[in-house]
């Protein structure tokens, strides 16, 4: 089989490792896979290379992406999708694999209906905002490189006895500063999917502040981990923050850091190279067997998608991926719920 294979939307690691499963897979039959380069922009332009096992040899170990990536505006357009159908069919791929997150696999779920070859998505995203997959590529290595940057943060903080407002990616979804937040002992996590008002986040910041620089407590640094997607601007909180504390604890300093793309690159962690190998190799099996519009997904809920052969990938239709990540980006998935459930119940241990 001639099989396409291409990276879109911010990059993850451990898109490298999905790259060379595929190639990998392939090469143990008799097929071809055809890498497409900077995602859609590159189907849209036909610019495509042969990878053959000499091209992959070693790149699990790298961040970002060999093939190159690209929000595409045009890809998302009618004539987009149509110029794109017409450049798989006319490079002859007998199947397309698109590794991504939301975007990327929303514009495989449409480019579906205009192509008569399978196109099956693999879930590669740092904000692990993706339906009905327990993680997307790159979460894991996200997470540590943030708990990472939040040590060495902690470390000067202690020195100056300093708060820290730690701001992280995930667009709107707040995973990333939940996990990284408790790992790396946050005093305080803020998420979108909760801390949506101004006032209601300043004040419980101010608590957090008084409960750790209350007389006895002997406290030498508060961390504040801020998802992004939090409606209130983070130097807008440190500045807030900051008049509380100069009119109750003088001399104690306030200060921001965004972690910013950061965080998306580095070398992936063991477990994101391991989740891309498995799920790529799953994608790549969904073509073999003509399963089209669907995602390989990392143990998907329970009765969610259809079985594989390996018992921690499941394929489940990308409408029903779509569907789930809305609900998950607008809080009313369960979930999302369960995780501001859990993590309000750390809270008031997290302060302490
Ligand atoms: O979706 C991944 C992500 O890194 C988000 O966390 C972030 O909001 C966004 O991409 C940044 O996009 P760009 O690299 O285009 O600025």
């Known amino acids: 089989m001639r099989i396409g294979v291409l990276t879109s939307g911010g990059d993850a690691p451990g898109m490298n490792a999905a790259i060379r499963s595929v190639v990998k897979g392939v090469a143990a039959g008799s097929?071809?896979?055809?890498?497409?380069?900077?995602?859609?922009?590159?189907?849209?332009?036909g610019d495509t290379v042969p990878l053959g096992l000499a091209a992959i040899d070693g790149v699990s170990r790298h961040g970002g992406t060999l093939l190159g990536s690209a929000r595409s505006r045009?890809?998302?357009?009618?004539?987009?999708?149509?110029?794109?159908?017409?450049?798989?069919?006319?490079?002859?791929?007998?199947?397309?694999?698109?590794?991504g997150g939301n975007g990327s696999l929303t514009g495989a779920h449409r480019l579906v209906e205009r192509v008569s070859v399978p196109i099956v998505g693999v879930p590669a995203s740092i904000d692990n905002d993706l339906g009905h997959t327990a993680l997307s590529i790159g979460v894991d290595t996200?997470?540590?490189?943030?708990?990472e940057a939040c040590d060495r943060i902690s470390d000067t903080a202690t020195a100056h006895r300093r708060v820290f407002v730690v701001e992280v990616m995930g667009r709107g979804c707040g995973f990333l500063a939940m996990r990284a937040g408790v790992a790396a002992d946050a005093d305080a996590i803020l998420v979108p999917e909760r801390d949506?008002?101004?006032?209601?986040?300043v004040a419980r910041c101010t608590e957090v502040l008084r409960r750790s620089f209350r007389p006895g407590r002997d406290k030498q640094r508060v961390l504040i981990v801020k998802a992004e997607g939090v409606p209130v601007a983070t130097g807008e909180l440190v500045q807030a923050l900051q008049?509380?504390?100069?009119?109750?604890?003088?001399?104690?300093?306030?200060?921001?850091?965004?972690?910013?793309?950061?965080?998306?690159?580095?070398?992936?962690?063991?477990?994101?190279?391991?989740?891309?190998?498995?799920?790529?190799?799953?994608?790549?099996r969904a073509i073999e067997q003509?399963?089209?519009?669907?995602?390989?997904?990392?143990?998907?809920?329970?009765?969610?998608?259809?079985?594989?052969s390996d018992p921690s990938v499941g394929w489940v239709d990308l409408a029903e991926v779509l569907a789930e990540t809305e609900r998950l980006l607008d809080g009313t998935s369960p979930v999302a719920r369960g995780r501001v459930a859990l993590i309000s119940m750390a809270e008031s241990l997290l302060a302490l």
């Open 74 to 99: 045009r890809f998302a357009t009618d004539a987009g999708q149509a110029q794109a159908a017409a450049t798989i069919a006319s490079l002859g791929l007998e199947g397309l694999i698109v590794i």
């Open 31 to 45: 097929g071809e896979v055809i890498g497409v380069r900077r995602g859609y922009e590159g189907l849209l332009a």
């Open 290 to 308: 003509g399963v089209t519009d669907v995602m390989a997904a990392w143990e998907p809920e329970d009765g969610v998608g259809r079985t594989t």
């Open 142 to 147: 996200a997470v540590n490189t943030i708990v």
């Open 243 to 284: 008049a509380v504390l100069e009119a109750e604890l003088p001399g104690v300093d306030v200060r921001e850091t965004v972690l910013g793309h950061v965080v998306r690159g580095g070398s992936p962690s063991a477990l994101d190279r391991l989740l891309a190998q498995r799920l790529a190799f799953g994608a790549l």
């Open 196 to 201: 949506r008002d101004r006032d209601a986040v």
